[in-house]
């Protein structure tokens, strides 16, 4: 008897221990399987609403004077004042100018903002990338502007993706849209409202652009 | 100018291309937003934006009704050297905004539109319009000062009946 019910005893305890391994078996494999993780979708570069009536594409360097300008003078109100209230959406495409002096780092800033657009911290990055261009244009540490804004582990998925050039393609893809647009500078702005796209100039005045935009929105 | 002379017919298609560059310029920036071309004309940052805007409401009314009057023939002085005003001050302003090999903040040359940047190609053509608009207005201010025909034939028959 004693017999028996010792065995019962080791049976019960083999099978805890064999569910209790094979919980945290799966356990582990899900805790390895961010690491090794889904792969992201493609970037999402854009600020607002997709049902916004007002849709603002902007081709930009993160390098450029004049697109850091246009970025503090235009894209930050109008982030609170349009793109809040669902009535504008900002598209952001890179046009690194790859070749021209001054902008050697520009193209790795673009790898980093689309591989932080793939783990939904665009917005983030974009604004770090602007913020402190002076300092990484001229040194060339963007891995470091945009680490002091991501966690760690994003800042690991980041780096990932750009080691691997897994965000070539689409930065690419953006300037190839580019060109086909025949954009030559930045930044080169369009703005489509009812089904037509009109170009805006690039170191337009915020006052000017919200006539037209608010223009755009009563018609 | 004799009618129908090549100098006559020099003026003439000279008169019609440049009242057509005119009335083109003139659509382009009509069938838009009237605040386009105000944004880029304060783009070249050579006058108070509210100059701009005013100046984006009159001046494609103003490049129709010299495109128009060019190609009528009509007040050919007056038209002349008011197409050869606009043009000088839109040459000069593109020179002083050219920035060569910049690929940054480029301005539009708002010539037609918005989506030309200012460019030596863009420079060379407004200097051949402005080159054109000069000899058509010199010609139209010599012809103006020679007798005509008729004025001619009068003072003939006046000095002739004289003695």
């Known amino acids: ?219 | 100018m004799r009618r129908y002379s090549p100098a006559w017919w020099a003026m003439t298609v000279g008169r019609v291309i440049l009242g057509g560059v005119f009335l083109y310029a003139a659509y382009t920036k009509l069938r838009t937003s009237f605040l386009l071309f105000a944004m880029a004309i304060d783009a070249y940052k050579v006058m108070p934006e509210w100059m701009a805007v005013a100046t984006a409401h009159v001046l494609p009314w103003v490049e129709l009704a010299v495109g128009v009057a060019l190609i009528a023939g009509i007040w050919r002085r007056l038209t002349a050297t008011a197409a050869t005003v606009l043009l000088a001050v839109f040459f000069t302003a593109m020179a002083h905004a050219y920035q060569p090999d910049s690929k940054e903040g480029q301005i539009s040359c708002g010539c037609f539109g918005l989506g030309e940047p200012i460019s030596a190609k863009s420079l060379m053509r407004d200097g051949a319009l402005l080159a054109l608009s000069v000899a058509l207005m010199i010609a139209a201010y010599y012809v103006a000062r020679r007798p005509r025909p008729a004025k001619l034939a009068a003072m003939t028959a006046g000095n002739e009946a004289a003695p």
Not at chain 1, 23 to 28: C, F, I, K, S, V
Not at chain 1, 136 to 143: A, I, L, P, Y
Request: net charge neutral.
């Open chain 1, 1 to 219: 008897m004693r017999f028996w019910s010792g065995l019962a005893a080791f049976g019960a305890a083999m099978a805890l221990a064999a569910t209790v391994s094979g919980a945290g078996a799966r356990q582990t494999r899900q805790q390895a399987k961010p690491a090794a993780e889904v792969e992201p979708g493609p970037p999402d570069k854009s600020l607002g609403s997709s049902s916004a009536p007002i849709v603002m594409e902007v081709f930009s360097d993160y390098s450029c004077p004049v697109c850091r300008s246009f970025y503090i003078g235009a894209i930050r109100p109008l982030l609170e004042d349009y793109v809040a209230a669902g009535k504008l959406r900002i598209i952001h495409r890179d046009f690194p100018l790859t070749g021209v002096p001054g902008h050697e780092h520009s193209r790795q800033a673009a790898l980093y903002e689309t591989a932080a657009a793939r783990i939904g911290k665009f917005e983030e990055v974009d604004a770090a990338l602007y913020d402190k261009q002076a300092v990484w244009s001229h040194d060339g540490s963007v891995d470091a502007v945009v680490a002091a804004v991501l966690s760690p582990r994003d800042l690991a998925r980041v780096r990932e993706m750009v080691q691997n050039g897994k965000v070539d393609s689409y930065v690419d893809s953006d300037k190839a849209l580019g060109t086909s647009k025949r954009v030559s500078s930045t930044p080169t702005i369009y703005v489509t409202a009812h089904g037509r796209t009109e170009l805006v100039p690039g170191n337009v005045s915020y006052s000017l652009l919200r006539r037209f935009l608010d223009e755009q929105l009563q018609r």
